[in-house]
């Protein structure tokens, strides 16, 4: 996915950037980079791979030759970013988080219209932050260009652009992803995660709208194109990517979460001797359960992460399954003889709860009851680069319906999406048997909405329903 994080200050901000960008590396494991300018200096810019070691020790060593009263940070799961961008609307600095579906036709629009080359390839691919440049300096102004860059992708695109004056700061065009302004004595900053410049000394000030592009400066976060009515804003960012102490909209992933897990509990009947969280995002949500259902919260095993933080971190899937089976550690006291159930966030692919589950029963668990926190997942997300699945057909729901109804499968989606449908019924049947777990059950989509305490019109839901 990604995150980024901007500042505009009086005085030297480097340290707010790269502390501030730190704060994102929850949201990408693949490259991270800052930019700064200072009027003697100008813009500087270092980038780095990430995939093998922490954003900060990268970093550090850049930290004493940088310098600048502006500056933007990224974390990336793509390509690398900040881009420095020199054109006829002058100088600047651009960092971006969200897909751009049809690249390929707006490449081809770029040279229709005279430009010859995109010279920031990854892995042989049109560099999606520069393409945006692209479609900002086609335009007269650089809010100007934003909003049209907005208009002409599909997909979902927010961004931090820094001139040698301040920062624009804008939110995807239907507000899929968050940019949140907070703002202390001489500084205000542009950021993914609100939970990031906390510890900074910044207090919240606003959420920007969906569309919405403003600029930033010392003094403040200046609109220049008003927001849209129309919000979709990524529901998956309460349920899994977002951090526990970040607020969206009003409401904090912490707090989601725990009404997430009591909404489980409440449709469920299932006797077990203690209830347990998929370290991270599953914790919450099985407290939440464990309060509402009275069943007590233990952890029969621990996450080593000293070395391991992210399970997908590695390329390959293979990699990625023994590592998530690696880091988890059995307490075999807290497992031999018990009935377990364990609550995670969601079931992408199945690899790794069926690793755990298997785990679990080996160590000597008695039943291990599975509870999510979302509905099956049935569509790739096209909005935000979440998965690196290729296909739907990766997704455990969409393999386990293509074997009941074989060629119609597609046509039939819409009664697998159906809490009450016998459909429905029979896909988590199979999925609990192949998956080799006591019983299953997922989170339904009309108490998910309601966790959030949001409109379901304000909210993407798209992987779990294939709605717009």
């Known amino acids: ?15 707010d950037v790269f502390f501030g960008t730190d704060y994102h590396c929850h949201l990408g494991t693949r490259r991270g980079g800052m930019a700064v300018w200072s009027e003697e200096d100008g813009f500087e810019r270092a980038i780095h791979n990430i995939e093998n070691a922490p954003f900060r020790t990268k970093f550090e060593n850049d930290l004493p030759t940088m310098k600048g009263n502006l500056g933007i940070g990224v974390i990336s799961d793509t390509e690398p970013q900040p881009m420095l961008v020199r054109s006829h609307l002058g100088e600047f600095a651009i960092v971006t988080v969200g897909r751009i579906n049809n690249i390929d036709e707006l490449t081809q629009k770029a ?24 479609l900002i300096n ?22 931090l652009v820094m001139t040698a004056k301040g920062i624009y700061a804008a939110r995807d065009y239907q507000g899929r992803t968050p940019v949140i302004i907070g703002q202390k004595a001489g500084a205000v900053c542009a950021a993914s995660e609100s939970s990031s410049f906390l510890n900074l000394g910044y207090r919240h000030l606003r959420d920007l709208g969906p ?71 599953g914790v919450a949500h099985a407290i939440g359960y464990s309060n509402a259902s009275g069943i007590p919260y233990s952890r029969p095993y621990i996450k080593y992460t000293p070395t391991w933080p992210r399970s997908f971190m590695p390329q390959h899937q293979s990699q990625r399954n023994l590592i998530a089976q690696m880091k988890l550690i059995p307490i075999e006291d807290m497992i031999r003889g018990k009935s377990l159930i364990m609550v995670d966030d969601s079931l992408v692919r199945g690899t790794q709860m069926k690793g755990t589950a298997k785990f679990l029963f080996n160590t000597g668990a008695k039943d291990v009851h599975v509870r999510l926190a979302c509905p099956p997942i049935l569509f790739g997300c096209k909005y935000l680069n979440f998965s690196r699945s290729t296909s739907d057909m990766d997704l455990i ?70 709605k717009e």
């Open 211 to 281: 569309g919405e592009i403003a600029f930033i400066t010392p003094e403040g976060a200046e609109t220049l194109k008003k927001p849209l009515q129309k919000m979709r804003i990524c529901t998956f960012l309460w349920v899994y990517f977002g951090y526990p102490s970040s607020t969206y909209e009003g409401i904090n992933v912490e707090a989601m979460r725990n009404r997430c897990g009591a909404m489980l509990a409440k449709r469920d009947s299932v006797t077990a001797d203690t209830v347990s969280g998929v370290p991270d995002s």
């Open 397 to 466: 729901a969409r393999r386990i319906i293509a074997r009941m109804e074989g060629e119609n499968s597609e046509q039939r989606l819409d009664a697998y999406a159906d809490p009450d449908s016998p459909e429905y019924k029979a896909m988590i049947d199979a999925i609990c048997q192949e998956q080799g777990f006591s019983s299953l059950r997922y989170h339904r989509l009309d108490d998910l909405v309601a966790s959030t305490q949001l409109p379901a019109c304000s909210l993407c839901t798209y992987c779990w329903n294939g």
């Open 138 to 159: 086609s335009q007269a102004s650089i809010a100007d260009g934003i909003r049209y860059a907005q208009q002409s992708i599909e997909g979902s695109m927010s961004m």
């Open 1 to 15: 996915m990604g995150g980024f994080f901007g500042v505009a200050g009086k005085e030297n901000c480097v340290n």
């Open 111 to 134: 040279y229709t219209a005279g430009t010859s080359q995109f010279l920031e390839m990854s892995g042989g691919k049109i560099n999606p932050t520069e393409l945006t440049a692209w």
